[in-house]
């Protein structure tokens, strides 16, 4: 989306006291740097022999950004891939430019990869990554409230739903039984700690084989850390309109080498993928029925007609979100074809005792000679 750029002088001047040195050149952020967030826009900037991104907040509160920000100062000192808030010579992260909040990022030299695209040394490294930030984030002792509990997903629903059109007659039956069954079981009392909250594979920056970033720490929370690794299973392992038991196998044993998962995680496994694919289908349908064209918006999905026009415009791409996470909420739910029963049986059977006892043994044995 074309964006109002300042000038080199202009982003100069907003930029004074970050020691940047001068400003060479000022363009738009490249797309995973700068998703479609209303109020928000993202400059790529080259100084010096650096490059970075600036972002400039206009609509949320000041104390959200601030909460994102401290979070990611955290997992940087702690190792983590995730994009690094500058300070200015005040040791200052925010500064105030108008009525915009602004944030200086390094800029990260990676590209993201479509999801068909991905090999298996990506999805093991995505997985594995997931796991550390889930055990680094032990160590945060800072409480960030979840935006996307399931009460305020059931609640965002009530609030479009006798807005949609008669046609999605079918599309609400499948939400209003999805959200009755979920209210019933899912399960929080599961291992909770920082989550990502937003798992993507828009916002996952690669080089070559690594990964060298995780982008788009706004929904980040305090959550059940099996919802995340959900979500990233939504993202990566979903191919070609049904699930690929490989990816999902794969993603798995990248997270377990770095921490194993419960039982009771096993357990919540199929309806923390349905949470997951009902709360992107519901964010992304909640964007386009609140839009002032929405009744043309919605009667694209209907009648299928979905990134005919221009597929890198950000209605379009939030058409195709909907679609592509109602497609998997409709496979988890067995009202279509696509892989599930396979993923199911892994889950049923992947926990692994002989694994979970070991490293409870090691724990013992650790302790033990610890307090010798």
Same mark, same amino acid.
């Given at each position: 989306?074309?964006?109002?750029?300042?000038?080199?002088?202009?982003?100069?001047?907003?930029?004074?006291?970050?020691? +940047?040195?001068?400003?060479?050149?000022?363009?738009?952020?490249?797309?995973?740097?700068?998703?479609?967030? /209303?109020?928000? @826009?993202?400059?790529?900037?080259? $100084?010096?022999?650096?490059?970075?991104?600036?972002? +400039?907040?206009?609509?949320?509160?000041?104390?959200?950004?601030?909460?994102?920000?401290?979070?990611?100062?955290?997992?940087?000192?702690?190792?983590?891939?995730?994009?690094?808030?500058?300070?200015?010579?005040?040791? *200052?992260?925010?500064? /105030?430019?108008?009525?915009?909040?602004?944030?200086?990022?390094? #800029?990260?030299?990676? @590209?993201?990869?479509?999801?068909?695209?991905?090999?298996?040394? #990506?999805?093991?490294?995505?997985?594995?990554?997931?796991?550390?930030?889930?055990?680094?984030?032990?160590?945060?002792?800072?409480?960030?409230?979840?935006?996307?509990?399931?009460?305020?997903?059931?609640? /965002?629903?009530?609030?479009?739903?006798?807005?949609?059109?008669?046609?999605?007659?079918? %599309?609400? *039956?499948?939400?209003?039984?999805?959200?009755?069954?979920?209210?019933?079981?899912?399960?929080?009392?599961?291992?909770?700690g920082v989550i990502h909250g937003e798992m993507l594979d828009e916002g996952i920056l690669l080089k070559g084989e690594r990964l060298?970033?995780?982008?788009? +720490?706004? &929904?980040?929370?305090?959550?059940?850390? %099996?919802?995340?690794?959900?979500?990233?299973?939504?993202?990566?392992?979903?191919?070609?309109?049904?699930y690929d038991l490989k990816r999902f196998e794969t993603l798995i044993s990248g997270y377990e080498q770095v921490r194993t998962l419960?039982?009771?995680?096993?357990? $919540?496994?199929?309806?923390?993928? @349905?949470?997951?694919?009902?709360?992107?289908?519901?964010?992304?349908?909640?964007?386009?029925?609140?839009?002032?064209?929405?009744?043309?918006?919605?009667?694209?999905?209907?009648?299928?007609?979905?990134?005919?026009?221009?597929?890198? &415009?950000?209605?379009? *791409?939030?058409? %195709?979100?909907?679609?592509?996470?109602?497609?998997?909420?409709?496979?988890?739910? *067995?009202?279509?074809?696509?892989?599930?029963?396979?993923?199911?049986?892994?889950?049923?059977?992947?926990?692994?005792?002989?694994?979970?006892?070991?490293?409870?043994?090691?724990?013992? &044995?650790?302790?033990? $000679?610890?307090?010798?």
């Amino acid at each position: 989306m074309q964006q109002n750029l300042p000038d080199k002088k202009a982003m100069a001047e907003m930029l004074d006291g970050y020691g +940047f040195g001068r400003i060479q050149s000022v363009a738009e952020a490249p797309q995973p740097w700068s998703p479609d967030t /209303s109020g928000r @826009r993202d400059v790529l900037v080259a $100084a010096g022999r650096r490059k970075y991104i600036v972002r +400039f907040e206009a609509a949320r509160p000041e104390v959200d950004l601030r909460r994102e920000v401290d979070l990611q100062i955290f997992l940087n000192k702690n190792g983590f891939p995730c994009p690094q808030p500058l300070p200015d010579r005040n040791s *200052r992260h925010l500064k /105030s430019v108008g009525d915009e909040v602004v944030v200086a990022y390094r #800029h990260i030299d990676g @590209r993201v990869r479509n999801s068909e695209d991905l090999t298996t040394a #990506h999805i093991e490294n995505i997985g594995r990554s997931l796991a550390e930030l889930h055990v680094i984030g032990k160590g945060y002792k800072k409480g960030i409230d979840s935006r996307f509990s399931y009460a305020r997903v059931a609640e /965002s629903y009530g609030q479009i739903r006798d807005r949609l059109p008669p046609y999605f007659k079918k %599309i609400k *039956r499948t939400f209003d039984e999805e959200v009755e069954y979920l209210g019933g079981y899912l399960e929080g009392k599961l291992p909770k700690g920082v989550i990502h909250g937003e798992m993507l594979d828009e916002g996952i920056l690669l080089k070559g084989e690594r990964l060298v970033g995780i982008l788009n +720490f706004g &929904a980040a929370c305090r959550g059940k850390l %099996i919802y995340d690794l959900a979500c990233a299973i939504n993202a990566v392992c979903f191919i070609n309109g049904e699930y690929d038991l490989k990816r999902f196998e794969t993603l798995i044993s990248g997270y377990e080498q770095v921490r194993t998962l419960s039982l009771a995680e096993w357990d $919540a496994f199929p309806n923390e993928l @349905r949470f997951s694919a009902l709360r992107f289908s519901i964010a992304f349908l909640v964007d386009l029925a609140r839009r002032p064209d929405a009744e043309d918006c919605l009667a694209t999905i209907t009648e299928e007609r979905v990134g005919e026009k221009n597929p890198e &415009a950000p209605v379009t *791409r939030k058409m %195709i979100g909907f679609e592509k996470y109602l497609a998997r909420l409709q496979i988890l739910r *067995r009202e279509r074809d696509g892989g599930m029963e396979p993923l199911l049986l892994a889950m049923a059977t992947g926990y692994d005792y002989r694994r979970y006892q070991k490293v409870k043994a090691t724990t013992r &044995a650790a302790k033990a $000679a610890k307090s010798s």
